[in-house]
């Protein structure tokens, strides 16, 4: 778990007991604070809604749909909108397809968010049927919406840069590099990318600048 201050400093203590550099960032920048999501439709509509835009443009699309659509948005009503209808909510023809995968799979039953998988990658499997949403976005929901320990998005380029740092690996680690170093950090491996965020933003902060 990761949602909690008492479990994300259990885990990244043991994390920083088996390994040096995350000691060292515990160290430097503190251990980070619970990170969380709430469980449901609501936030992977979100992440649909967020994709390839600005912060700003995200809550002004997701402000314009809770207007239109109801707070959250009611999937029986985005289902049956038209690509016209969602545009004028800044939603394009994609992420409508996209916005309607979500409704007709929770709708039809197919997907039961209350009840997905205990095994990860069975329920990464599942939630990646949802059109817009990869293996990125599954890990992530996983992570932050249901606490999952050992979820490990090994293709966040945050994490891979900055793990790739900390290990001190002359190159960045391709994400299949990194799920194998990963391997010596289960069952903690959610918050060895945590920390790796954490590491990442303290850095790019202190800095100014981006890490190359």
Excluded: C
């Amino acid at each position: 778990m990761v949602r909690t201050k008492g479990s994300i400093t259990k885990h990244v203590e043991a994390l920083a007991a088996r390994e040096p550099a995350f000691a060292r960032v515990v160290e430097r920048h503190g251990i980070p604070g619970p990170r969380n999501s709430e469980r449901g439709a609501q936030t992977l509509l979100r992440t649909i809604v967020g994709q390839q835009v600005s912060v700003a443009a995200a809550r002004s699309m997701w402000s314009k749909l809770e207007a239109a659509y109801g707070s959250p948005p009611d999937l029986h009503l985005l289902l049956a909108a038209t690509d016209e209808e969602l545009r004028a909510a800044g939603i394009s023809r994609q992420k409508a397809g996209y916005i309607r995968s979500l409704a007709e799979l929770i709708i039809s039953g197919e997907l039961d968010l209350d009840n997905l998988p205990a095994e990860d990658e069975e329920a990464i499997a599942i939630l990646t049927k949802i059109k817009g949403i990869g293996r990125w976005s599954a890990e992530i929901y996983l992570l932050f919406a249901e606490g999952r320990a050992d979820v490990f998005p090994a293709g966040d380029l945050a994490v891979m840069v900055e793990l790739g740092r900390l290990m001190g690996l002359k190159d960045r680690p391709s994400e299949k590099q990194l799920r194998e170093l990963g391997e010596r950090w289960r069952p903690y491996r959610g918050a060895a990318a945590i920390l790796a965020w954490h590491s990442y933003n303290s850095v790019v902060k202190k800095s100014g600048a981006p890490i190359d």
